[in-house]
């Protein structure tokens, strides 16, 4: 090696001033985003003179997205790539990690997984409260028969965006922050195997964030979050083309980013680490992202069409010209059934690995519980036309499709023995993520059972495109998805900040949430039950009075997210410091410093010899423990104040 | 429990009252509107202790009562008032037997649902003459030389109830279209027109405090995104103000 | 040894004689508490659920108790695991020790696909059963045939057999007597649903679909809402349905300009 390249690999990156901090940061982004937007969208303007407003929209969304990831300096890498004559050193990565850059790396295109982890958890609270404005709204104008508050098409837009915003911070509010924080710690790696495509599987879920606001200045859009064609494609305001390049985007996101999931767990699992030991969490997540890799190109296949169909007039889906709105209904819900279970399972793990440290207990039926994820996941795939038993199309598709989404409910049953089993004879500590886990449970009963209703046909002949719909997929995506997620954000919230949320705010948050949550829901499920429709603008005289008590409770479910709010903030600002093994887990994120160094574990990797569930075993057990337990990688609650001396 | 500061516990409800003042503030601004829709009310004119009289006219652009909209909703087909004044709302008395004239100045487009090719729920005249169904007017025609009607009507009047609804309502009348080859002699504002159909018909309001949909069942306008299937009842045929609106009987 | 587990963290162990049955107590509780809650839903299901008003609503309501009987169990297994743990349990503030855990016996796990695999086959046997039941009646000579077309935002019926069409937001269908809705769209998707009669078809532009042959039985008003979002005025698309005997029917019929 030359002097020059010697001197180039051991050199240290200096501490940037200001100008480089922001340039290229998400300010410049933004910044040459907008500009390239409006360049583009004049060009295709002036092209198509004026004539197509679709195409001139897409335009700027597609100037927005690449220009944007100039700005922020995302292809200096792959720039750098092509033309450098050597690697990048080991400072420079560190530096595009973040190192030294202090509180600008949140903001600039930094790889490390840590980061990524934190500007997903900001940007998934960030979304879920977006979206419940968008509920606070809906139940404001169900509160009182007729169309009171708002037109019926704004309402219509609030419902799609609601809707939309919400299915979007719930297949990332679990994957993005724990899923690329806490994964790759619990595995024992460094990092992810792909840290730039980690920085762009978050960058491209930001700059997707602006593409569904401009939908509110384009006319909004009517079909809801389903983007049902042919209504989609009828739509004259280009507001619809906003929704279809929301998902393509978040599609391409999520693919990104199952991608650097599913590597790092196959491939960067520290010494010892086997398949057999590894934490449920990151069982939940690979499920997950699996399914998401399979399923999310099938929603961004119909956006496209959608969009082909209103730019270029193509028929994909109309009747009267040689196409079929079936063919919308089936690629949508072959994308969207297995989406819910995308969105299902982290949770699911997360209330398993949590049940089991607040237990002291290891996962009753651990193995069991891995198997029924996996078969959760292979059934989902196989259940779409569920959603389209009284869509008009032929009768004998419906009994395989009433079968295989029956037999979800055997795996999923088991998560429910596995839970019960945790639990029973635990010693059981009812910190908060705990009472999010029972919270969980209660509403997965609930869920599940209404489940049972809309997935069997006689029920569902009286249930389908009713509030029971909603109530079903609210008691499920929200009494059990976002339970998990606040679950986890109160778990891991001390390792990820370093600081405690404050347990009597968190108590406040669960029980708003939940009396709040099940009173609006249970009285949806009444409405449905006697017939109201969905996506009522106008809610009809004889279902007034279920709307009004849900709309009631639904100001606890507000308060609730003030609560929580309010918690954030202050614990940010003034909260009390939180040790590295805060709850006395033995998963290897407990087991390094808080705040979790840049490389993840100071000096070498761990080798792991056991799985993390081995509570209460003074001797090994056969059929549980594989092994006894290096002293220094499990700590035991007491010795915590040693572990943070010794770093 | 902790205790904690009584700051701490001002601060949860500070916030609590801040964030209930977000979601007002926001309910506030989508009120308003989200792009599309024009506001306005017209009255009928009170003509006795149960009658009224409504005049409404049906033009084949905005330019005269919705001037000031954008450039794409200005070249839309839309109803105004009698007295070109826009309107989404119709307000009626209760109780009352309203006339409806209405003057339509548009050409016809072939309905898509024959169903509303027919008068219901009422009697209908064209220019003064009964008419019951678009396939009377050829006779029409006859009768009054030198004055041609459309085959096909240029919009409907429709009014359906809402769900529900305690005195339900139903009227559909085709407003029959001016022949596309008639001179535009007719000056309304600067705006040159045909000379217009007048089409009156008779309905009964019920008690105050009913509420009423109005709309237009004949798709029409802009050809590249109406007359194509989905049939285009997008643009004014779903924008409030222009083909569609609501009608609310109540005292004034 | 499970009394380590409990509230108090007191080291010294009960006498292994006086040490309560949890799980006897649990499945005591389970099953009175299923009982209880069984016989609580019997009353109240005819309050809760609308009265049906044809034979196939009056089916559909039956499987909806009959799943909801089977349900209760299944809620309350969860409901009071969980609530019997939290009772005895649970531990004042952060343990000092670790739960002792369960000894491994695949005969819970293996009854409990058992017993949830039979509880589903039969969910599913049930609904194939009573759906083709529902379902599988052709409609023949006496069955009332009436076109539904749905268009943004009107439902617009006719009635072939008697030469005539809805005048306004109001039908009537005879009682006791079949009838089977043929449904179709003019411009996108809607979704016919009359929930007291246990019908409903989406409207498909440029097809028909049908519901299957229903037979109100039950005189009364109802109605048919649309139930697949259609654009700006979905949720007011309705008609009111009312059920009358021949005789009125036919002079409906007559009234509205037909012959029957």
Excluded at chain 1, 219 to 227: I, M, P, S
Excluded at chain 1, 315 to 341: C, D, I, M, T
Excluded at chain 1, 360 to 379: D, E, P
Excluded at chain 2, 72 to 101: H, K, M, R
């Amino acid at each position: 090696m030359s002097q020059e390249a010697i001197a180039a690999n051991t050199a240290e990156v200096g501490r940037p001033t200001l100008r480089q901090q922001m340039f290229p940061s998400v300010i410049s982004g933004v910044v040459v985003g907008a500009i390239g937007a409006a360049v583009l969208s004049i060009i295709v303007n002036a092209v198509t003179q004026g004539a197509n407003q679709d195409a001139t929209v897409a335009a700027l969304y597609v100037g927005w997205v690449f220009f944007f990831f100039a700005g922020i300096g995302a292809y200096n890498d792959v720039l750098k790539w092509g033309f450098a004559r050597r690697e990048p050193t080991h400072a420079e990565e560190m530096d595009l990690a973040g190192k030294g850059r202090g509180l600008w790396r949140y903001f600039r295109w930094t790889t490390d997984h840590k980061v990524v982890g934190m500007q997903y958890l900001a940007t998934a609270l960030f979304l879920f409260f977006v979206g419940s404005m968008g509920a606070f709204m809906i139940r404001l104008e169900q509160s009182r028969p007729g169309a009171v508050f708002f037109p019926p098409s704004t309402y219509n837009t609030i419902v799609g965006m609601h809707g939309i915003i919400m299915i979007v911070a719930s297949v990332i509010m679990i994957s993005g922050p724990f899923g690329n924080f806490v994964v790759p710690i619990m595995i024992g790696a460094r990092d992810m195997a792909f840290p730039r495509l980690n920085a762009l599987s978050y960058w491209l879920l930001f700059v997707d964030i602006p593409i569904i606001i401009t939908t509110l200045f384009l006319g909004g859009f009517q079909t809801g979050w389903t983007g049902y064609a042919p209504l989609a494609v009828q739509e004259l305001t280009p507001g619809m083309m906003a929704y279809c390049f929301f998902i393509i985007i978040f599609a391409i996101s999520t693919t990104v980013g199952a991608m650097n999931i599913i590597t790092t767990v196959l491939v960067l699992r520290t010494r010892g680490m086997t398949f057999g030991r590894l934490p449920i969490m990151v069982w939940g997540v690979i499920f997950s992202v699996l399914l998401s890799l399979a399923a999310f190109p099938f929603f961004m296949l119909s956006q496209i069409m959608v969009v082909m169909d209103r730019i270029f007039q193509t028929s994909f889906f109309e009747g009267a010209y040689g196409g079929n709105n079936w063919v919308y209904q089936h690629l949508f819900w072959f994308f969207g059934h297995p989406e819910v279970y995308v969105i299902l399972l982290p949770a699911l793990a997360i209330a398993a690995e949590v049940a089991a440290v607040f237990a002291r207990k290891g996962i009753f039926g651990r193995r069991m519980m891995i198997g029924s994820l996996a078969t959760i996941s292979i059934l989902s795939a196989i259940v779409w036309g569920h959603h389209l038993y009284f869509s008009g199309s032929n009768n004998p598709l419906d009994a395989p499709f009433m079968l295989d989404t029956e037999l979800i409910s055997i795996p999923t049953g088991v998560f429910f023995l596995a839970i019960i089993g945790t639990v029973w004879r635990g010693r059981i500590w009812v910190t908060v993520p705990m009472l999010f886990v029972i919270g969980l449970l209660i509403n997965f009963v609930v869920g599940g059972i209404t489940g049972i209703y809309l997935a069997d046909l006689p029920t569902d002949e009286i249930l389908h495109g009713g509030m029971f719909v909603t109530a079903h997929f609210h008691y499920t995506l929200v009494g059990t998805a976002v339970f998990g997620f606040f679950a986890g954000v109160y778990f891991w919230f001390p390792k990820m900040v370093g600081k405690r949320l404050n347990p009597f705010l968190g108590q406040l948050h669960f029980w708003l949430f939940m009396v709040g949550f099940n009173g609006t829901f249970l009285s949806l499920f009444y409405a449905g039950l006697i017939g109201e429709p969905r996506w009522s603008a106008n809610v009809a005289p004889p279902f007034a009075v279920p709307n009004t008590i849900a709309s009631l409770f639904a100001i606890l479910i507000a308060a609730s997210v003030f609560v929580m709010v309010y918690n954030v903030i202050i614990t940010l600002r003034s909260g009390e410091t939180a040790v590295a093994n805060e709850w006395g887990g033995k998963t290897l994120e407990w087991m390094v410093p808080t705040p979790v160094p840049l490389e993840n574990f100071v000096g070498e990797l761990p080798v792991v010899t056991s799985t993390p569930y081995d509570y209460g075993t003074p001797e090994p057990h056969p059929s549980d423990v594989e092994g006894r337990l290096e002293e220094d990688l499990r700590l035991q609650p007491q010795t915590l104040p040693q572990a943070q001396a010794e770093g | 429990m902790r205790k904690h500061s009584s700051g701490f516990y001002i601060g949860i409800v500070v916030t609590l009252i801040l964030g209930f003042g977000l979601v007002t503030l926001l309910a506030l601004l989508f009120r308003t509107d989200v792009g599309e829709g024009a506001s306005g009310v017209v009255k009928a004119t009170i003509t006795g202790p149960n009658t009224a009289t409504l005049n409404l006219a049906t033009y084949p652009d905005s330019q005269v009562c919705h001037a000031d909209a954008g450039a794409q909703e200005v070249a839309w087909v839309t109803y105004c008032a009698g007295d070109n004044s826009a309107f989404e709302q119709i307000q009626l008395p209760p109780n009352s037997l309203i006339t409806v004239n209405i003057k339509q100045y548009d050409s016809g487009t072939t309905l898509v649902n024959d169903y509303f090719a027919q008068v219901r729920g009422t009697t209908a005249t064209l220019d003064g003459k009964p008419f019951s169904n678009i396939s009377d007017v050829a006779s029409i025609s006859k009768n009054t030389p030198g004055h041609t009607f459309s085959a096909d009507p240029g919009h409907t009047f429709t009014i359906q109830s809402a769900p529900n609804s305690t005195y339900p309502i139903f009227v559909s009348v085709p407003l029959i279209g001016v022949d596309s080859n008639a001179p535009a002699n007719v000056n309304i504002n600067g705006n040159m027109y045909p000379t217009p159909n007048i089409i009156s018909f008779q309905f009964r309001t019920g008690p105050a405090g009913t509420v009423y949909l109005w709309h237009c069942y004949d798709p029409c306008g802009d050809t590249q995104y109406a007359r194509n299937p989905p049939f285009g009842f997008s643009g004014p045929m779903w924008t409030l103000g222009y083909m569609a609106g609501t009608i609310a009987v109540t005292n004034y | 040894m499970s009394e380590a587990n409990i509230e108090g963290n007191t080291g010294a162990p009960t006498p292994v004689g006086q040490e309560p049955h949890h799980f006897r107590r649990v499945m005591v509780s389970w099953i009175v508490i299923s009982v209880v809650g069984i016989v609580i839903w019997l009353l109240l299901a005819p309050l809760i659920l609308p009265q049906g008003a044809s034979n196939l609503d009056t089916a559909d309501d039956f499987t909806m108790v009959v799943f909801t009987v089977l349900a209760i169990p299944v809620a309350a297994f969860v409901f009071v695991f969980l609530g019997y743990s939290l009772i005895f349990f649970r531990t004042k503030d952060r343990p000092t020790e670790d739960a002792v855990p369960l000894k491994p016996r695949p005969g819970i796990q293996i009854g409990w696909l058992g017993i949830t695999g039979v509880l589903c086959l039969f969910l599913f046997i049930w609904g194939m059963i009573a759906y083709y039941q529902e379902t599988s009646a052709a409609p023949n000579a006496n069955t009332l045939i009436v076109r539904v077309t749905a268009q943004q935002w009107y439902w617009s019926f006719d009635f072939p057999q008697y030469g005539t069409s809805s005048q306004s937001q109001v039908i009537e269908l005879p009682v006791n007597r079949p009838v089977q809705f043929i449904v179709t769209s003019e411009d996108v998707l809607h979704g016919f649903a009359i929930r007291a009669m246990g019908v409903r078809v989406d409207a498909n532009p440029g097809e028909m679909t049908t519901t299957p042959v229903v037979t109100p039985t039950v005189l009364g008003n109802y109605t048919v809402n649309c139930v697949e979002l259609c654009g700006l005025l979905h949720s007011y698309m309705w008609e009111s349905v009312n059920v009358v005997d021949q005789s009125s029917f036919n002079s409906w019929i007559t009234s509205q300009g037909g012959h029957p």
